[in-house]
């Protein structure tokens, strides 16, 4: 017979070491093969560095590891070492090959058994890990008491974080690498006569695509792209009543809800943004910070912002707790900080009292409002206002959290997965403005990027966005959601250039601050011919959100089409290192060649281009103007055959920039019938100039309605 065995168990202090692989889920979902090879990649460095500082591998989980050390300080000194060298190994690949940990540290006791380590020790290592950022080392307050003397390094304080699970609030501190702006050690900073600020280290800032489908359209003469750039700091002093609302940290157990805690934040941002008087950064520039190493300072100068918006959420069935703090940007000192444990139903109440407080503490403390009743009465009403068009149907809203998350990552996939969302939401609460203003905008996408079912799906998809923004408008009239993606429709699908400065005029006047409407209005004046005054709207765009791809493509694309080469070529590398993969992020590189006579340099700039259709239509025109007709021919032939129904407006300017005008005016012609929204650039492109001396052009611009007259008549 034989006898069971008995687990062997020990007891002891450690120090416990998390890593976790930051957007590793998300790399897998694009490429399983590349995935694989940076996690092997990553596991084999890490392993090379635990036995130098004395760190067992206790065991992996996916693509974490657990690790045990000795002591507090062979853990951190570890941690630093990992961080350096990814940080080294970072510095020449791609964004998309990047390896980035989190790391968090806590010394307490555990036990071992069978090979396993448990305990608080572990459980808080694991909790406090989440909160390091891409690149960052997150430790307990053990930890950095047992080394703060030993190690050449400086901690900042995070604040009292609630963790998961754990009975008593814990002060958090963050090692501050050396590396960082500011890292330097308060003892060699005073040995010198004449201190100077260490230069920050470039951060690459990995973050969603921003705006609306309608500006976004692949297949057509637009551009869009995806920030990873932190914006260039601006030169002035900040606004004090100026704010960012950065993304909340996902306490909870679940992390498939982090479409709650970013929803949550970016609900919050949006809301404050409608407050007459207060300065908002933008919602790409603030989330592009999401899950990086970045201190107070260095967010306020890059955003532009006197104060700080920070928190977190964790949601546990039926129970939220929401924890936020107001901090000065300047020097990170705690403002305000309040924590909340509602049950989930009443998040909405939560929600108001959080844009209340905030703005009651920005007006009170910097603006010499007085804190009465009148002045609180004021704010609520404002408050209120911004608050317009939700719902208080508890999984309604969730599903509406879920289709911005979803929708904020500007895949066909995603967008599907934001229209399903959408479509619960209504269904579950037919009067929820917002969520049909979000079953106009996916609809819309998908009319614009999906590549099945061809003109019978774009005509459904444009019918469905249609109906839904005349939902949306019919229950809140004055939402500025709606109201874009009506004016964009009008602008780029129905060519209603009067219907559409008046709508727009409308959106700009309740949420001038946003972004994505000042491009739009921007997209509206190319298509009237007034290009100086779009340049001036998308550099406003920029100035507003400086990370917002796609406020930098347009500006980039359009000082191309107005001969402006110089600066053309110093926005376009901005273009690609917000996202590489972004259509025209290389090939509106290869315009600004094309446009000059530089053709074999406007060739070699397509490669990497993401958008096939924009790099046929590049080399198709600069293998023409070199006289290397065959290779010109076949460019052509692919771009025609591949894309007849998704960019006859391309299709179009090639047949101008040969000088084939009865082509040009064909397909012309069929991109109008076909509603391609590239036809709103028409006055003022570059490519077309060979045709517009045909009489046909005066006639087809007529027929557009933007023959001089015309818009001067919808102009009044």
Known sequence: MVMPTVPTEERKLAAIMFTDMVGYSAIAQRDDKVALELLEEHRRLLREIFPRFHGTEIKTIGDAFLVEFGSALEAAQC??????????????????????????????????????????????????????????????????????????????????????????????????LP???????????ASRKSPVLVPAAVL????????????????????SAAPHAVPAAPAKAPDQNSVAVLPFVNLSDDKGSEYFSDGVSEELLTVLQKIPGLHVAARTSAFS?????????????????????????????????????LTRADTGEELWSENYTRDLKDVFAVQTELAQTIVEQLRGRFAGTDAGSTAKEKIQAEVQAAEKGGTKNVEAHQLYLQGRFYENRHSEKSAREALAAYQHAVELDPGFALAWAGVAGTNGWLAAFATEGGQKTFDAHLSSARDAVTRALSIEPNLPEALLTRGSIETNFDFNWNGAAQTLSK?????????????????????????????????????????NPQARAFLAFNLAATKRFAEARAEFPRVVELNPAAPWAHAGLGLSYLLEGKFEEAVAATEGEAGEWARLLIVACARWGQKKIPEA???????????????????????????????????????????????????????????????????????????????KTSGR
């Open 79 to 176: 941690a630093i070492e990992i961080q350096r060298t990814l940080a080294k190994r970072n510095h020449d690949v791609t964004s998309d090959r990047r390896i980035e940990l989190k790391i968090g540290i806590h010394i307490g006791d555990v036990m071992h058994r069978d090979g396993d380590v448990y305990g608080d020790g572990v459980n808080i290592a694991s909790r406090i890990e989440a909160l390091a950022g891409a690149g960052g080392i997150c430790v307990s307050m053990d930890v950095e008491r047992q080394i703060r003397n030993a190690l050449e390094a400086r901690f900042e304080k995070f604040g009292t974080a609630d963790l998961k699970n754990i009975k008593l609030p814990m002060d958090l501190f963050r090692i501050v």
């Open 179 to 189: 590396w960082e702006k500011g890292a330097e050690s308060p003892a060699k900073q």
């Open 204 to 223: 690459i800032i990995i973050a969603l695509l921003a705006g609306w489908w309608w500006t976004e359209r692949p297949t057509k003469n637009q551009q």
């Open 289 to 325: 910070f999401k899950g990086k190493n970045a201190t107070a300072q260095e967010i306020g100068q890059k955003l532009g912002v006197a104060h700080l918006v920070v928190g977190s959420v964790r949601k546990s069935g039926e129970a939220v707790r929401i924890a936020a703090r």
């Open 507 to 547: 959106a700009l006047a309740l949420a001038p601050a946003d972004p994505n409407i000042v491009i739009a209005a921007g997209n509206l004046e190319i298509a009237r011919g007034n290009m100086d005054r779009a340049l001036e709207l998308y550099r406003k765009a920029v100035d507003l959100d400086p990370v």
């Open 633 to 711: 021919d076949a460019a052509l032939a692919q771009l025609t055959k591949d894309f007849a129904e998704t960019a006859a407006y391309q299709i179009a300017e090639v047949h101008a920039y040969r000088g084939d005008k009865d082509k040009a005016f064909e397909w012309l012609e069929r991109a109008r019938r076909q509603r391609d929204p590239g036809l709103a650039s028409l006055r003022k492109d570059p490519l077309l100039t060979n045709i517009q001396d045909d009489p046909r052009w005066s006639a087809f611009l007529r027929t557009m309605g933007l023959a001089d007259d015309q818009l």
